[in-house]
């Protein structure tokens, strides 16, 4: 019986993520993820029911990730303009990172499009905490609620990032909050 493998999961997930931003999706092969970890297939389904188990932990730490960022710019001592423009530099990263993944999947998992969705909903919550502290301190105006505030916020942030042509500066003129 072989050893046991020392942070197998962790690993795997290292290398997948290598692959999966190299190939996308559609070229992530599970045979080629174990080949590269100089592991048997039989691990990987230890730690992973398939591919798209591996690729939606990825997708899980990536938020996760986005999410310390974020929730850290908040609750710094920067100004607002700061906060949301250490946010939108983060989304934009991530963005970059992982849009290509998906970009010729022709059908993307249901489950990964569920959760993308929820990562939306925490993100207008981590948006609309930071937004009512601002204006119940006095700092800004918000034209609407809070909560419509910040999935407006979060929606213009999303579609905004990857876009040459748009940058946070304009975002900020545009939002006018203060």
Known sequence: ?????????????????AMLLQSGYGGLKVRD????CGMASGTFYSY???????VFQLMDQGWSSLFEKIRAAMGSE????DKLAV????????????????????????????????CMTR???IFEKILSAEAEA??????????????????????????PEIDFEDLWRLMRLS
């Open 33 to 36: 993820v174990t080949r590269q």
């Open 138 to 163: 006095g700092r800004i105006r918000l034209p609407v609620s809070p909560r419509k505030t910040a999935h407006i916020m979060t929606r213009f942030f999303m579609s905004a990032v990857g876009d």
């Open 87 to 118: 946010t939108f530099r983060e989304i934009d990263t991530r963005e970059r990172t992982y849009r290509a993944v998906f970009a010729e999947t022709p059908v993307v998992p249901d489950r990964f499009a569920a959760y993308y969705l929820e």
């Open 48 to 54: 992973f029911q398939n591919k798209d188990e591996l």
């Open 1 to 17: 019986m072989p050893d046991k493998i020392e942070n197998a999961r962790e690993i795997l997930l290292e290398h997948g993520r």
């Open 123 to 125: 993100m207008d919550q």
């Open 78 to 81: 920067l100004p607002l303009h």
